[in-house]
C-alpha cells in the first residue's frame, strides 16, 4: 500500500534501526552490566560488555553501606502520600470540570501549559520560603504538599477526561430510580471511574519517585533524602570500584518507572499520555 | 419509539435546569473545585508571582533580612555579568541542540517504527525505556558510558584499534558540552518519538495511495503528504522540547554540575548556585525573570514563522 520499498531502500531502512537499537540499548546494557561485575571486573584495565562473573554483590552493597534501603523508604513514603493525596484532591474537581462548565475549570487547566513554562527557580525560592515559615521545610510532609500540587493540573486533566468517557444517561437513569446524588456518586460514577483514578495514582507516584529538583534543596537532613538526591550524592564519593553499587541502586531506582510503563504502554503507544512524565 | 425524538428536547430541557438551578449549585461546584484550587493558589500561583517580584528585589538568604526593591538593578548586573553571558549561551547552545537532534532522529525512528520492519517490537520498548528512567539515573547511566577508565565508549574506541579517540568526554573541556547535549537526546527522544509515531498513523492512508498513483516518489510523498499533515504535531512537540530542555536541571547537575570550567553550565544550575550556594534570591529570580521571557520571545518567533508558512 505504500508501494513496496527497493530491496536496497529496505536493507537502509534496517541499518537505520540496527543504528538506533545500539544508540538506545548499549547504555541499557552497560547499566546492567557494571550492576552485576564483581568489584574486581571493574577495576579491569578493559572492562568487558558481559561480565564473566556475574554477582548480586551490588545490590546487597548499595543497600547495606550506602543506605540506599533508607531512602528507597523514603521515596515509597513520599510518592505514596503524593499518589493517595493527589487522587483524593483532585477528585471532586475533576467531577466537577468534566460535568459543569465554568471559567474556574477553565483557567485550572489552562494553568497546566502555563506552569510549563516558568523554570522552577522562580518557585522554589518562595515555595522555600513559605514551607519555612509554616515549619514544613526540610520535612516529607513539606515535599508531599509540593509533589501533589505539582501533580495536581496534569492528575485534573487525565482524570475529568475519564469522568467524561462515563454516560451522563447513567447518572440520569440512577437518580431517576430514586438515588440520591452521593449515591448516585458512590454506587454509579466511583466504580466506572476506578481504573481512572489508578492511572493518575500511578501518574502521580511515578512524578514523585523521580523528582529531583525540589528533593534536592527542600530537605537538607541526609537521613530524609529522597532516592534520587541519594544516588545523586553517591555519584560524588565515586571510586571505580564503587560503580557497581551504583549502578545496582541505578537499577532498583528504574524498577516502579518501568512497571508503570509496562502498565501504560497501550496508551502510550496511541499517544494519548504524550507528555504525562516531564523528563 | 417516540421517545428517540424527544430526547433531545429532553436533554434541553435538563441543561436549563441546571443552569438556572443557580445557587445551591454553585456553591457545591465551588465545593468540589476547593481542595485542588487552594492548594495550586497557594502553592504555584501565588510562589510564581512572588518569585517574579523577587527578581526586583534585593532578597538574600537568612531569617530577618530586609528586603528592598531594588527595580532594575539586578538585570543591570546581569548584563554587566560574564559569568551569565557565558552560562546563557551554553543554555542556548544545549537546548537548541538536543531539540533539534532529538526531533531529527525521533522523526527518523517514528518514520521507521511506522513500516512493517522486523524487529520493530523490540525497538519500540527500547524507544520507550529512557522515558521511564528518573532523569538522574540516566545522568549516573551515562557517566558509565563516559568514565574514562570503565567506559563503554573508551573500551569501544580500543577495541576498534583507535585508542587516539579515547578522551575523558564529560572533563574534557571541548568534549563536554557535546557529550552532555548527546545524553539530552538519549533522554527526550522517547516522548518526541512516540509524539510523532501517534501523528504519522494519524496521516490519512488513502493520501499516501492517491500519490503513489500519480507516480510521487518515496521523498516527494514524504516532503508534500506527510510532513505537511505532521506539522501541527512537529510544532507543538519541538515547542515543548525546546521549553523542558531549556529548564532541565536534574541531569546536567548529575552528569557535570556544570563543569569542567563551566563548560556546562546550564542557566538553571547558575540560578541554583546563586540561589542556593550563594544565597542570592533576588539575583537568582531575576535570572528566571529573563529565562522566561527569552523563552517566550524565541516561542513567539518561531511559532510565527510556523503560521506564516502554514497559510
Known amino acids: 500500500m505504500f508501494g513496496r520499498p527497493s530491496r536496497t531502500g529496505r ?24 550492576a552485576f561485575k564483581p568489584p574486581r571486573e571493574l577495576v579491569q584495565l578493559h572492562p568487558s560488555l558481559i561480565p564473566s562473573n556475574p554477582t548480586v554483590q551490588n545490590f546487597v552493597q548499595a543497600f547495606t553501606e550506602q543506605d540506599l534501603g533508607r531512602a528507597a523508604l523514603n521515596s515509597l513514603q513520599v510518592s505514596l502520600a503524593s499518589a493517595v493525596l493527589t487522587v483524593l ?10 460535568r459543569f462548565r465554568s471559567k474556574l475549570g477553565t483557567a485550572a487547566l489552562g494553568w497546566v501549559l502555563l506552569s510549563q513554562l516558568f523554570p522552577f527557580v522562580l518557585l522554589i525560592i518562595p515555595i522555600f520560603l513559605i514551607l519555612r515559615q509554616v515549619g514544613l521545610a526540610n ?13 495536581l493540573p ?39 471511574l476506578a481504573p481512572g483514578l489508578v492511572a493518575t ?23 530524609l533524602a529522597t532516592l534520587p538526591v541519594a544516588l545523586a550524592r553517591f555519584v560524588g564519593i565515586e571510586g571505580t570500584a564503587r560503580l557497581g553499587p551504583l549502578a545496582a541502586g541505578s537499577l532498583l531506582a528504574t524498577l516502579p518507572s518501568l512497571i508503570f510503563f509496562a502498565f501504560m504502554q497501550r496508551r502510550l503507544s496511541s499517544g494519548s499520555l504524550a507528555g504525562a512524565v516531564k523528563g | 419509539m417516540t421517545t428517540l425524538a424527544e430526547r433531545p428536547d429532553v436533554e434541553r430541557a435538563g441543561r436549563t435546569r441546571r443552569r438556572t438551578r443557580s445557587r ?21 500561583v501565588f510562589p510564581l508571582l512572588r518569585g517574579i517580584y523577587l527578581g526586583f528585589t534585593d532578597a538574600r538568604a537568612g531569617r530577618n533580612v530586609e528586603v528592598s526593591f531594588t527595580g532594575l538593578a539586578n538585570y543591570r548586573e546581569l548584563l554587566g555579568d560574564e559569568l551569565f553571558w557565558n552560562s546563557f549561551k551554553i543554555g542556548l547552545l544545549w537546548a537548541l541542540g538536543v531539540t533539534v537532534l532529538q526531533f531529527l532522529l525521533a522523526l527518523g525512528l517514528a518514520l521507521l517504527l511506522n513500516q512493517q520492519l ?29 568514565h574514562p577508565d570503565a567506559g563503554l565508549l573508551n573500551e569501544f574506541f580500543h577495541r576498534i584499534g583507535a585508542d587516539g579517540l579515547r578522551t575523558n568526554w564529560l572533563g574534557d573541556f571541548s568534549t563536554a ?32 495511495e492517491a500519490a503513489a498513483v500519480d507516480g510521487a516518489s518515496t521523498w516527494h510523498r514524504f516532503r508534500h503528504v506527510t510532513l505537511p499533515a505532521l506539522a501541527p504535531v512537529i510544532v507543538a512537540i519541538t515547542s515543548l522540547d525546546f521549553i523542558w530542555n531549556f529548564n532541565s536541571f536534574g541531569l546536567v547537575y548529575v552528569l557535570t554540575a556544570g563543569g569542567p570550567g563551566g563548560k556546562t553550565m546550564l542557566p538553571m544550575l547558575f540560578a541554583y548556585e546563586e540561589a542556593f550556594r550563594y544565597g542570592n534570591y533576588g539575583y537568582a529570580a531575576a535570572l528566571g525573570n529573563v529565562m522566561v521571557v527569552i523563552i517566550v520571545a524565541l516561542l513567539a518567533v518561531y511559532l510565527r514563522r510556523r503560521l506564516r508558512e502554514a497559510n
Not at chain 1, 507516584?205 to 541526609?222: G, M, Q, R, Y
Not at chain 2, 445551591?24 to 504555584?44: G, H, K, N
Not at chain 2, 557529550?179 to 488513502?206: D, F, H, K, N, S
Open chain 1, 11 to 34: 536493507a537502509l531502512q534496517y541499518l537505520a534501526l540496527a543504528g538506533y537499537l545500539i544508540f538506545l540499548g548499549f547504555p541499557l546494557v552497560w547499566l546492567l552490566s557494571t
Open chain 1, 89 to 98: 484532591v483532585a477528585m471532586p474537581a475533576s467531577y466537577a470540570l468534566a
Open chain 1, 139 to 151: 520535612t516529607h510532609a513539606g515535599l508531599v504538599l509540593i509533589y501533589v500540587v505539582w501533580a
Open chain 1, 154 to 192: 496534569f492528575a485534573l486533566w487525565m482524570l475529568q477526561g475519564f469522568v467524561r468517557n462515563i454516560p451522563r444517561e447513567l447518572e440520569e437513569a440512577a437518580s431517576v430510580d430514586g438515588a440520591s446524588r452521593l449515591q448516585v456518586l458512590r454506587r454509579v460514577v466511583f466504580p466506572l
Open chain 1, 201 to 223: 495514582a500511578l501518574f502521580s507516584f511515578i512524578s514523585a519517585w523521580n523528582e529531583f529538583f525540589f528533593a534536592l534543596v527542600l530537605v537538607k537532613t541526609p537521613e
Open chain 2, 24 to 44: 445551591s449549585d454553585r456553591t457545591a461546584i465551588y465545593l468540589l473545585l476547593l481542595p485542588s484550587l487552594l492548594p495550586i493558589l497557594v502553592l504555584s
Open chain 2, 118 to 146: 522486523r524487529f520493530r517490537g523490540v525497538a519500540r520498548v527500547l524507544a520507550v525505556v529512557p522515558w521511564a528512567m528518573p532523569p538522574v539515573v540516566v545522568g549516573i547511566l551515562w557517566k558509565l558510558v563516559y
Open chain 2, 177 to 208: 558540552l557535546p557529550a552532555v547535549i548527546i545524553v539530552g537526546v538519549w533522554a527526550g527522544m522517547p516522548q518526541t518519538t512516540v509524539v510523532l509515531l501517534a501523528g504519522l498513523q494519524g496521516v490519512a492512508r488513502e493520501l499516501h
